[in-house]
């Protein structure tokens, strides 16, 4: 069974920094791509960054030059750094992973169970 954790949330003023992590655990072989969303009360689920075992990077516009995605392979935990926070950056975030496990061809999905951000002016 593989689980992910997300963690590093928390309140802080507007342009502050935030570091989060997703630690993901179990029977793990591989993870493919890596990424973050998030979810804002009374708003649908977004995407905010995704990167891919080859180190391809993506984010959504509004996040660009503020946020950067990583990860450490050796540890199966991925990082979302946030500088420069916005009230409107104030969410949940979710990390997701598309993985493989022991005994299995195909990948799946795995999500995080949320992290609060919260984004004070």
């Known amino acids: 069974q593989v689980q992910l954790v997300d963690s590093g949330g928390g309140l802080v003023q507007a342009g502050g920094s935030l570091r989060l992590s997703c630690a993901a655990s179990?029977?793990?072989?591989?993870?493919?791509?890596l990424g973050w969303y998030r979810q804002a009360p009374g708003k649908q689920r977004e995407l905010v960054a995704t990167l891919n075992d080859g180190g391809r990077s993506n984010y959504a516009d509004s996040v660009k030059g503020r946020f950067t995605i990583s990860r450490d392979n050796a540890k199966n935990t991925g990082y979302l750094q946030m500088n420069n926070l916005r009230p409107e950056d104030t969410a949940v975030y979710y990390c997701?992973?598309?993985?493989?496990?022991?005994?299995?061809?195909?990948?799946?999905?795995?999500w995080g169970q949320g992290t609060q951000v919260t984004v004070s002016s």
């Open positions: 179990g029977s793990i072989v591989s993870i493919d791509a």
């Open positions: 997701n992973a598309m993985l493989r496990t022991t005994g299995t061809i195909a990948y799946s999905s795995a």
